[in-house]
């Protein structure tokens, strides 16, 4: 019954290893996002995704590659973990890419990196 | 370009009111509006597009003053359940991809 659903919850990994969160929404939105949250709560956005295409890339280390198989899931990989990458990162899905509509968020993962 | 919110943070009794502010120095199309309690995920309050539209909640109500590009959040009769901290997102007006640049966040905390 999620709406928008992560996994893991909980990541904690030694620096240098490679890790995936998984997404997935069962609302039939279009757009879906990755955002990070650092530990003074600053929410950014760092990719989104239009119906498997990529719409927004920020400033975001090579490290970080997102994958979207279908329009219902958006993976984030992250290579060579780094202790400044520790935080929690939501997924969010909307129904398009437009700003006119909410934006639904996942419960988040939080990734402690040793 | 990250919009400035204020006050940072606000402790209330509950029943009292409290605005959370937000302004932007860009022009803005929109501006989210989203409470995070602690541990768990941001949840949608209100969007104001330019130009008026609204959508949000019947409870809580806000405002866009596109002059200024600053939006004010109303929280009015607070209850226990408002306590956590409140973010402002904007979309410039350049933009169309629903990419939302957040505020740092105010905190608001409702004592009994």
């Known amino acids: 019954d999620t709406a928008v659903s992560q996994t893991p919850k909980y990541l904690v990994t030694q620096m240098g290893n490679d890790k995936s969160i998984k997404c997935e929404q069962n609302?039939?939105?279009?757009?879906m996002y990755w955002y990070k949250q650092d530990s003074k709560k600053f929410l950014k956005i760092m990719f989104s995704y239009n119906n498997k295409e990529l719409i927004i890339n920020e400033t975001v280390p090579n490290r970080f590659s997102p994958k979207s198989p279908d329009k219902a899931h958006l993976n984030l990989h992250i290579n060579s973990l780094e202790l400044g990458d520790s935080a929690v990162y939501f997924c969010?899905?909307?129904?398009?890419?437009?700003?006119?509509?909410?934006?639904?968020f996942g419960p988040g993962t939080r990734l402690t990196v040793l | 370009q990250q919009p400035v919110q204020s006050p940072q943070a606000v402790i209330l009794r509950e029943g009292e009111d409290a605005v959370i502010n937000c302004s932007s120095s860009?022009?803005?199309?929109?501006v989210h509006w989203y409470r995070q309690k602690h541990g768990e995920a941001p949840v949608f309050l209100m969007i104001?597009?330019?130009?008026?539209e609204q959508k949000g909640h019947e409870k809580i109500s806000a405002s866009f003053n596109e002059k200024k590009q600053q939006s004010s959040l109303y929280l009015t009769a607070s209850q226990l359940s408002y306590s956590g901290t409140y973010f402002c997102g904007t979309e410039p007006q350049t933009s169309n991809t629903g990419k939302l640049i957040f505020g740092q966040g105010t905190t608001l905390q409702v004592k009994p």
């Open positions: 104001l597009l330019k130009g008026g």
């Open positions: 860009k022009a803005l199309y929109s």
């Open positions: 609302l039939g939105h279009d757009t």
């Open positions: 969010a899905s909307s129904p398009w890419e437009g700003s006119t509509d909410t934006q639904y």
